[in-house]
């Protein structure tokens, strides 16, 4: 059960997308065409500012020191900036006729890069010299660039002549640093480790392939678990880079170190659970309850029991039919301290599996009644919280397991959770409703 008492704020309607500021102190929302920041430091929840675009917002994001805020109206084509601390600056970047099709803050937060359609270009528009920058030919709008851990540099995937290059930029002059060439068939998307020390690039779903390189561009190593068959489906580095972590089609998680790029563990994702485990969580449900005096019936509450080996999780036949069949490892997600990492097998989307990365081995399974949506580990404790499109939410630490129901006075359906980077606060949202969940501790 939780040990202390876990509060939550009113629930607050939202129409697109959510971001937590870096300090932990805000969150900012979109209500069609307005912009709302609310404090989350204190208990009230209170509305700090509103800012109103020139149409419906389709992408917030926070400048890393929380000053600035980042809106997207990709429709128009247009970037909006505005400033936490001075409301009457405001700063509009208009790409024209060359169209918007991603915007994302630069490291220092004082550039903005925006994407245009076709991906024939990424500008770098500075917002205190007023300059720009260019950088052509990106391969991807809205993935396959990523700034290092430092913001010192950013790498940019592109493609020409059929092959896939790497481009590193210094974000201090915005000067090509490095230009190399990939040893992949068609790249997918680039990852830097947080220590800034490598850069793991893998390929389609097609080819099961990762190549990791250094910045300078040296190959350090080839991954190639296996040739037939789908591929690779999610990558994840450790917080201490020392482990990367893919997952695969064939429903396996593949642990490898960052000394000699060789498998630690091959960890498959079964249906059947065998003896001796132990700590296998099912959701259960008690059924409706009616509310008092008014005839009116509320969702049943949830709990979580243990259930003992041998059991059978509940699986999905995928369509193989289909392009992006729903089987193999969608979703990993390391735990701050390294010592575990959470993953969920898509045709089994109901089940979390915590694998113990020190003993290299399945640590718990969580089961839910419906189909996990989100996962977030807590940024400084061992904690886990599950979102699976209930009216609950959900957290797993290495000393058990809890649902939470949110409190609402309208239908709440849980839909995903994240953490305020300081780990004091965690958001919770639905379709077009989020609230702000705090506690003093977070242990279940």
């Given at each position: 059960?939780?040990?202390?008492?876990?509060?939550?704020?009113?629930?607050?309607?939202?129409?697109?997308?959510?971001?937590?500021?870096?300090?932990?102190?805000?969150?900012?929302?979109?209500?069609?065409?307005?912009?709302?920041?609310?404090?989350?430091?204190?208990?009230?929840?209170?509305?700090?500012?509103?800012?109103?675009?020139?149409?419906?917002?389709?992408?917030?994001?926070?400048?890393?020191?929380?000053?600035?805020?980042?809106?997207?109206?990709?429709?128009?084509?247009?970037?909006?900036?505005?400033?936490?601390?001075?409301?009457?600056?405001?700063?509009?970047?208009?790409?024209?006729?060359?169209?918007?099709?991603?915007?994302?803050?630069?490291?220092?937060?004082?550039?903005?890069?925006?994407?245009?359609?076709?991906?024939?270009?990424?500008?770098?528009?500075?917002?205190?010299?007023?300059?720009?920058?260019?950088?052509?030919?990106?391969?991807?709008?809205?993935?396959?660039?990523?700034?290092?851990?430092?913001?010192?540099?950013?790498?940019?995937?592109?493609?020409?002549?059929?092959?896939?290059?790497?481009?590193i930029f210094a974000t201090q002059s915005w000067e090509m640093v490095?230009?190399?060439?990939?040893?992949?068939?068609?790249?997918?998307?680039?990852?830097?480790?947080?220590?800034?020390?490598?850069i793991a690039v893998w390929d389609n779903c097609l080819t099961c392939?990762?190549?990791?390189?250094?910045?300078?561009?040296?190959?350090?190593?080839?991954?190639?678990?296996?040739?037939?068959?789908?591929?690779?489906?999610?990558?994840?580095?450790?917080?201490?880079?020392?482990?990367?972590?893919?997952?695969?089609?064939?429903?396996?998680?593949?642990?490898?170190?960052?000394?000699?790029?060789?498998?630690?563990?091959?960890?498959?994702?079964?249906?059947?659970?065998?003896?001796?485990?132990?700590?296998?969580?099912?959701?259960?449900?008690?059924?409706?309850?009616?509310?008092?005096?008014?005839?009116?019936?509320?969702?049943?509450?949830?709990?979580?029991?243990?259930?003992?080996?041998?059991?059978?999780?509940?699986?999905?036949?995928?369509?193989?039919?289909?392009?992006?069949?729903?089987?193999?490892?969608?979703?990993?997600?390391?735990?701050?301290?390294?010592?575990?990492?959470?993953?969920?097998?898509?045709?089994?989307?109901?089940?979390?599996?915590?694998?113990?990365?020190?003993?290299?081995?399945?640590?718990?399974?969580?089961?839910?009644?419906?189909?996990?949506?989100?996962?977030?580990?807590?940024?400084?404790?061992?904690?886990?919280?599950?979102?699976?499109?209930?009216?609950?939410?959900?957290?797993?630490?290495?000393?058990?397991?809890?649902?939470?129901?949110?409190?609402?006075?309208?239908?709440?359906?849980?839909?995903?959770?994240?953490?305020?980077?300081?780990?004091?606060?965690?958001?919770?949202?639905?379709?077009?409703?989020?609230?702000?969940?705090?506690?003093?501790?977070?242990?279940?």
């Amino acid at each position: 059960k939780i040990k202390s008492q876990m509060e939550f704020s009113i629930v607050c309607r939202h129409s697109g997308p959510v971001a937590v500021s870096p300090d932990g102190n805000y969150v900012a929302f979109a209500m069609d065409h307005r912009l709302i920041v609310r404090r989350i430091s204190e208990q009230r929840f209170d509305i700090v500012q509103i800012f109103v675009c020139l149409d419906i917002i389709q992408a917030i994001e926070w400048s890393r020191d929380s000053l600035y805020l980042l809106c997207a109206l990709y429709k128009r084509g247009k970037v909006e900036v505005w400033s936490l601390e001075d409301p009457t600056w405001t700063c509009k970047i208009d790409e024209g006729s060359a169209g918007l099709e991603d915007a994302r803050w630069a490291p220092d937060g004082r550039h903005v890069l925006t994407t245009c359609e076709f991906q024939l270009r990424i500008t770098v528009w500075s917002l205190v010299s007023q300059h720009t920058y260019y950088i052509k030919f990106p391969k991807f709008a809205g993935q396959g660039l990523q700034a290092s851990s430092d913001g010192a540099y950013v790498a940019v995937l592109e493609r020409t002549d059929c092959k896939d290059a790497l481009s590193i930029f210094a974000t201090q002059s915005w000067e090509m640093v490095q230009h190399f060439a990939l040893d992949t068939e068609d790249a997918a998307d680039a990852a830097w480790a947080p220590d800034g020390h490598a850069i793991a690039v893998w390929d389609n779903c097609l080819t099961c392939r990762v190549v990791v390189y250094s910045p300078d561009g040296r190959r350090l190593a080839t991954i190639s678990p296996y040739s037939d068959g789908l591929g690779i489906k999610s990558v994840a580095w450790s917080p201490s880079s020392q482990l990367l972590a893919l997952g695969c089609f064939d429903e396996t998680l593949r642990l490898f170190n960052n000394v000699t790029w060789t498998a630690l563990a091959t960890l498959p994702h079964a249906a059947a659970i065998q003896p001796p485990f132990k700590t296998l969580f099912v959701e259960a449900s008690t059924g409706l309850q009616p509310s008092a005096g008014d005839g009116s019936v509320q969702e049943a509450s949830r709990r979580y029991e243990l259930q003992a080996a041998p059991y059978t999780l509940p699986s999905v036949r995928p369509d193989t039919d289909k392009p992006n069949p729903k089987i193999g490892l969608g979703l990993l997600s390391f735990s701050a301290d390294n010592r575990f990492i959470a993953a969920r097998n898509d045709n089994m989307p109901q089940c979390v599996f915590v694998w113990d990365n020190a003993r290299l081995r399945l640590a718990a399974v969580v089961q839910q009644l419906t189909p996990v949506r989100s996962l977030a580990w807590h940024p400084r404790e061992c904690v886990l919280a599950i979102a699976s499109a209930s009216s609950h939410i959900y957290l797993w630490s290495p000393d058990g397991a809890s649902c939470v129901p949110v409190p609402s006075d309208a239908p709440f359906t849980a839909l995903s959770v994240r953490w305020a980077p300081d780990g004091q606060a965690l958001v919770v949202c639905d379709k077009d409703g989020l609230c702000v969940c705090k506690a003093p501790t977070w242990t279940p």
